[in-house]
């Protein structure tokens, strides 16, 4: 726990500096506007854009944009199933019933899914063979 709010504490005193980065009321800024130079203002921009770039870098981890992976159903074949035990599943049987859960288990031809409902949710077995619809959140 104590190696948590270390982290934590990281992350805040992080925050503190960008806040203070950003913040153009400061003191110093002032100053030099009241001298009338350009030079040293663009020069004091450069420095906070500077800083601000740095703590981007600290916080991503180098990274100044996090690339998100969208994610979707894909539809899969019959024999490919057993490798997705675990991942979300939408299947549609030959008599209209729709099922969306988690796909917990395949032994032979029946796939066992947890389907989550309201309050909790119920797990039951399908046969593979009475599917018209098979797809993978990927």
Partial sequence: ??????????????M?????????????????????TSA???KEDAHRQATREAIQRAVLGGHT??????K?????SHEEIAAYVGSWVKLETYFGRKVEG???SVDGDILYIDEHLGQGSASYPIDKT????LKVLR
């Avoid at 944009?65 to 969208?70: A, F, K, N, S, Y």
């Fill in 130 to 133: 009475k599917l018209s619809g």
């Fill in 40 to 42: 040293a203002m663009s």
């Fill in 1 to 14: 726990m104590k190696r948590l709010s270390i982290g934590l504490g990281s992350v805040f005193l992080l």
């Fill in 65 to 70: 944009q996090q690339e998100l992976v969208e």
């Fill in 72 to 76: 979707r159903y894909e539809s899969v």
């Fill in 102 to 104: 988690t796909l917990k």
């Fill in 16 to 36: 503190v500096i960008a806040v203070y980065a950003g913040n153009d009321n400061v003191t110093g800024r002032t100053e030099h506007s009241e001298s009338g």
